[in-house]
């Protein structure tokens, strides 16, 4: 399983837009990047997940450059409300793919300020 | 759609004592589910996999005599803390898969408390 490295905190302005990148060095052919936002006392919350390029969908946007050995999360115009842990997975989790399973890295904590 | 619920969401327990904590895929047939643990300011650890009809696959260093898991029906799952000891409080968070998906649907958690 490829490992992901993340930053441990981030802090942000309302209104501001974020980006929460992760390295994942090791990443196989198969594998997707996938992210995961967990309030406190929460189960995780998928938000998006891609395999190359760019991928958008009503709350985030995700970059994937070429090699892929990295990605970034992007959230737009955050507000209080997205504070939170933000986790970028990465695995094999197609249907009968090798991985079959997601493993948590350490995460990102996001906190957003008025 | 795609909801997932955990009864109960919270329990304290006597150590010693066991504890049930159900896993319920309230509007798909979830064929795959996950257990995971998470400790204060941790990220979530995975427990075990466990397929409808067949055994759960535990991760490595987690006991499977103390915590079992049966995955008897499409959309129930059950984590059994036996004899339950301090040091197994955590929250206890699990997720369903649905046959031809990729995609994980989690719980809302179990915050268990062994006093």
């Known amino acids: 399983l490829a490992k992901t490295t993340q930053p441990i905190s981030m802090d942000s302005y309302e209104g501001q837009e974020v980006n929460i990148t992760c390295s994942h060095n090791n990443i196989a052919t198969n594998d997707y990047i996938t992210w995961y936002q967990q309030f406190p006392s929460q189960g995780p919350r998928f938000i998006i997940q891609?395999?190359?390029t760019k991928v958008t969908n009503e709350v985030a946007s995700l970059f994937i450059p070429a090699d892929r050995k990295s990605s970034t999360l992007s959230l737009p115009r955050v507000s209080l409300s997205d504070t939170a842990v933000y986790y970028c997975l990465v695995g094999d989790i197609r249907v009968g793919g090798a991985t079959n399973k997601l493993i948590f890295g350490t995460g990102t904590l996001l906190a957003v300020q008025p | 759609g795609a909801v997932v619920s955990q009864h109960p969401s919270w329990v304290i327990c006597k150590s010693g004592t066991s504890v049930k904590i159900e896993c319920r895929s309230l509007?798909?047939?979830?064929?795959?589910m996950f257990w995971y643990r998470q400790f204060p300011k941790q990220s979530l650890m995975l427990m075990a996999t466990s397929n409808e009809g067949s055994k759960a696959t535990y991760e490595q260093g987690v006991e499977k005599d103390k915590f079992l898991i049966n995955h008897a029906s499409l959309t129930l799952s059950t984590l059994t803390v036996t004899s339950a000891h301090p040091e197994d409080s955590s929250f206890y968070i699990c997720?369903?898969?649905?046959?031809?998906?990729?995609?994980?649907?989690f719980g809302p958690g179990t915050r268990l408390t062994v006093t």
């Open positions: 509007d798909f047939q979830a064929t795959t």
């Open positions: 997720s369903a898969r649905q046959a031809g998906s990729y995609e994980q649907y």
């Open positions: 891609g395999y190359k």
